[in-house]
C-alpha cells in the first residue's frame, strides 16, 4: 500500500514564479492537509481539504497562497509570485475518510523542499 | 498557547546505549500525542501515538513513551539504540476531545548514533 506521495521532491524557482506542489494521499484516503516547515521550526498547519472542499485554512498566508483538492487527481499547493522567505519544506498529509471534520491520525509524505533564489 | 517543546536540538548516543528523547507539551484540552520519526530524504513515519489509556505505549522499532499528565511530557525512549535509528524525530500534539486536525509540532531532535 503506497503511502502518501508528493511531487516534485525538490523544487527551485526565481522570485516571482509560481510554485505548484502536489500530494497524492494514500489509497482510500480522502482527508488531506499541508504543512510547512521552515528552516530550524517545527512543522506549522496551512490548510485542510476535503474533496473539492477547503475545510480550514486559517494557516495559509493571506496572499499568494492557495490551495485545492480536486474530484479527480492530486492536492495541488500553488504559490504565486514566490519570494525568499517561502523557501521551506512543504508536507503534506491524509488520514482516512470519516463524518465529518477528521480525528485521525495523519500519515505524512515525504515532503517537498522549495527553494526560492 | 498550544506549544509543543522538544528542548534537545542535537542528541550523540553510542549504538547500543540507552535512548530517551524528551517531549512537553501544553495543550488546553486532552492531547493526542504523537511520536514521528524523519530519515534523510524520506516523510515523517508514525512510531507511536497516545489517544487515552495506558500512559505508557509501545510503538514501532522498539520504541516507547510514557504520557505523565502532571509534567505535561511525553518522552520517547529506547533500551538500545541501533546506527539505523539516526534520524530526526518530531513529537506532537493534536486531535483530542475537540477534534482537532491542527497537529503541533515541536522543532525536532536530530540524532546521531556513533558506531
Known amino acids: 500500500n503506497a503511502g502518501v506521495m508528493q511531487n516534485p521532491r525538490h523544487l527551485v524557482r526565481r522570485r516571482g514564479q509560481e510554485a505548484r506542489l502536489r500530494c497524492s494521499p494514500m489509497k482510500g484516503h480522502s482527508h488531506v492537509y499541508w504543512y510547512r516547515q521552515l528552516p530550524e521550526e517545527g512543522l506549522k498547519f496551512m490548510v485542510y481539504?476535503?474533496?473539492?472542499?477547503?475545510?480550514?485554512e486559517s494557516g495559509m498566508p493571506k496572499e499568494r497562497f492557495s490551495a485545492e483538492f480536486p474530484k479527480e487527481g492530486p492536492s495541488i499547493l500553488r504559490i504565486q509570485q514566490v519570494v525568499r522567505g517561502d523557501s521551506a519544506a512543504y508536507f503534506c498529509a491524509s488520514s482516512p475518510p470519516g463524518k465529518g471534520i477528521s480525528t485521525d491520525t495523519q500519515y505524512f509524505g515525504p515532503g517537498t523542499r522549495l527553494t526560492v533564489l | 498557547a498550544q506549544s509543543v517543546t522538544q528542548p534537545d536540538i542535537h542528541i550523540t548516543v553510542s549504538e547500543g546505549a540507552s535512548l530517551e528523547l524528551r517531549c512537553n507539551y501544553s495543550y488546553g484540552a486532552t492531547p493526542y500525542l504523537f511520536w514521528y520519526v524523519q530519515s534523510p530524504g524520506q516523510g515523517l513515519q508514525l512510531l507511536l501515538k497516545?489517544?487515552?489509556?495506558?500512559?505508557l505505549v509501545q510503538g514501532i522499532k522498539g520504541f516507547e513513551a510514557e504520557f505523565k499528565r502532571s509534567q505535561s511530557s511525553f518522552n520517547l525512549r529506547k533500551p538500545s539504540v541501533h546506527w539505523s535509528d539516526a534520524a530526526e524525530y518530531f513529537c506532537?500534539?493534536?486531535?483530542?476531545?475537540?477534534?482537532?486536525?491542527?497537529?503541533?509540532f515541536g522543532t525536532g531532535t536530530r540524532l546521531k548514533v556513533l558506531a
Open positions: 506532537a500534539v493534536g486531535g483530542g476531545t475537540s477534534g482537532t486536525y491542527k497537529y503541533i
Open positions: 497516545y489517544f487515552s489509556g495506558d500512559t
Open positions: 481539504l476535503q474533496k473539492e472542499n477547503i475545510i480550514d
